[in-house]
Each structure stands twice: as C-alpha cells, then as structure tokens.
C-alpha cells in the first residue's frame, strides 16, 4: 500500500501553487497539488543516511547509540553515558536510537521530536538557524556526508560535473538545472583551492570516517576533503529534507 500511495501520480505532483485551483481549491482538499512539509526527525536522518549509502536497514533489535555532540547527556537532572555505536550500528534507522525520557537524542530534538513526557497527537514543524548547524556541524551529519563524498567519488563518472548530478540525485531525486549545477561546481573549485596546500596527514580526521569507510591515500585527502564539503552542501539543501 505505501509503494502505492508514493508512486501515484497524486503523490508525486509538485507542491507549488496552481493559479487554476486558487479559487476551487484553496485548501488542497481535492489533492490538486503535493502538501510541502519538511521531513520529521527521525527521517531526516534516515534520507541523509540512505543518500550518503551508509544506512543499515536491520530490523529489530536493542536500541543503538549513533554520535552526537560531547556533554549532551549532562543537559538533564542525571549526567549519562553516551558511547557512540560502532560498525553498522552507528548507522541503523532513527527509530532505533535510544532514547531517555527527560534527555532525548538533541539530532531528533532539534528537528522537532516529541519529548516522552506526553502523548503527541501532531507534531510541530520549526525552521530554525540550529536545524542548519546540525546538518553541517553534528559529529553524526558530517560522518554522512564523508559518507556521501566516498559514494560520489566511487560510483560517480570522473567529470567533475557527472559526479555533481550524481550526489544531486542522491540528495535531491532530481537532475540539477544548468544554473544549480554551474553553481555547485564552482564552489567545489573554492573547496579545492582552500585544501590543496594543506598538509595532508592534518586532513586525516576530516577525510575519514571514525568508524568504518576506506583509508584515504595521502595524494587523495585533498580532492577528498573538497568532495565532502560539497556533499555537507547538498545535504543541508532546503530540498533535501523537505517533501515538495
């Protein structure tokens, strides 16, 4: 039934606004066009991670500890331990990280999740500058995008510009247009010009995965580090977490 419901064309219409239903159906309630939301919290994890190829679909399970930010787990009544998944665990689905009731995952917080203190008849949706300092910064975002930067470089044609439609697709479901796409590339120049004389060994930490992933060569870690600078941009787009 979901795999209905998605691939129908009521489904996959655009959301933005027709001029023919502005007067007959202002309310969308005869589904004349897609209802734009921004993804819930626990999924805009599971896009990037599915966008990125790290993600794990295992189900079932006890819950996993994927990364976050040090000190978080003081932020409540109890200090608590929180020791970062390894292996494919540091990668399953939102749904299975765990969770305290007073100090939820502060990933899940920001964007919104419910706390555990009630029921949650419908969720608020917020837009808010941390929302985009999470998918930049957040140990757990920037391991995704590594994670995408390596997908890109491995399954990606060697033009710069195959290799950007590649992650666009990733990330966005779609071809980018000429102006996206002139845009991307440029900043990836910017990206390269930054690192290309930085030393490569202080680059390790950037380029790879704490747990996981292929061991960057030394003559690679530049190249690499620009790649995933523009994958932390694709995956912090306003499209990639939202439903148009």
């Given at each position: 039934?979901?795999?209905?419901?998605?691939?129908?064309?009521?489904?996959?219409?655009?959301?933005?606004?027709?001029?023919?239903?502005?007067?007959?159906?202002?309310?969308?309630?005869?589904?004349?066009?897609?209802?734009?939301?921004?993804?819930?919290a626990?999924?805009?994890?599971?896009?990037?991670?599915?966008?990125?190829?790290?993600?794990?679909?295992?189900?079932?399970?006890?819950g996993?500890?994927?990364?976050?930010?040090?000190g978080?787990?003081?932020?409540?009544?109890?200090?608590?331990?929180?020791?970062?998944s390894?292996?494919?665990?540091?990668?399953?689905?939102?749904?299975?990280?765990?969770?305290?009731?007073?100090?939820?995952?502060?990933a899940?917080?920001?964007?919104d999740?419910?706390?555990?203190?009630?029921?949650?008849?419908?969720?608020?949706?917020?837009?808010?500058?941390?929302?985009?300092?999470?998918?930049?910064?957040?140990?757990a975002?920037?391991?995704?995008?590594?994670?995408?930067?390596?997908?890109?470089?491995?399954?990606?044609?060697?033009?710069?510009?195959?290799?950007?439609?590649?992650?666009?697709?990733?990330?966005?479901?779609?071809?980018?247009?000429?102006?996206?796409?002139?845009?991307?590339?440029?900043?990836?120049?910017?990206?390269r010009?930054?690192?290309?004389?930085?030393?490569?060994?202080?680059?390790?930490?950037?380029?790879?995965?704490?747990?996981?992933?292929?061991?960057?060569?030394?003559?690679?870690?530049?190249?690499q580090?620009?790649?995933?600078?523009?994958?932390?941009?694709?995956?912090?787009?306003?499209?990639?977490?939202?439903?148009?």
């Amino acid at each position: 039934m979901h795999r209905l419901i998605v691939t129908s064309a009521t489904y996959r219409q655009s959301s933005k606004r027709r001029a023919d239903l502005t007067e007959t159906d202002p309310y969308n309630k005869l589904l004349g066009r897609q209802s734009r939301l921004r993804l819930d919290a626990e999924i805009v994890r599971d896009n990037a991670l599915a966008a990125s190829g790290l993600l794990n679909t295992k189900m079932g399970g006890p819950g996993v500890f994927p990364p976050q930010p040090p000190g978080c787990m003081n932020l409540g009544q109890h200090r608590r331990n929180w020791t970062a998944s390894k292996g494919e665990d540091r990668y399953r689905r939102a749904v299975y990280t765990y969770r305290w009731r007073a100090t939820p995952h502060p990933a899940l917080k920001v964007f919104d999740a419910p706390d555990a203190f009630a029921s949650c008849t419908r969720r608020i949706r917020s837009n808010t500058p941390l929302q985009a300092l999470t998918l930049l910064n957040d140990p757990a975002f920037f391991e995704i995008a590594q994670g995408l930067a390596e997908r890109i470089l491995k399954e990606g044609d060697k033009a710069d510009k195959a290799r950007i439609a590649l992650g666009f697709r990733l990330c966005l479901a779609r071809e980018p247009d000429t102006r996206e796409l002139t845009v991307l590339e440029s900043f990836l120049n910017k990206q390269r010009q930054l690192y290309a004389d930085m030393d490569a060994v202080a680059l390790t930490p950037v380029v790879q995965r704490a747990h996981g992933g292929q061991e960057v060569a030394e003559t690679q870690r530049n190249e690499q580090a620009a790649w995933i600078m523009l994958a932390r941009v694709l995956l912090n787009l306003d499209e990639t977490i939202t439903r148009e």
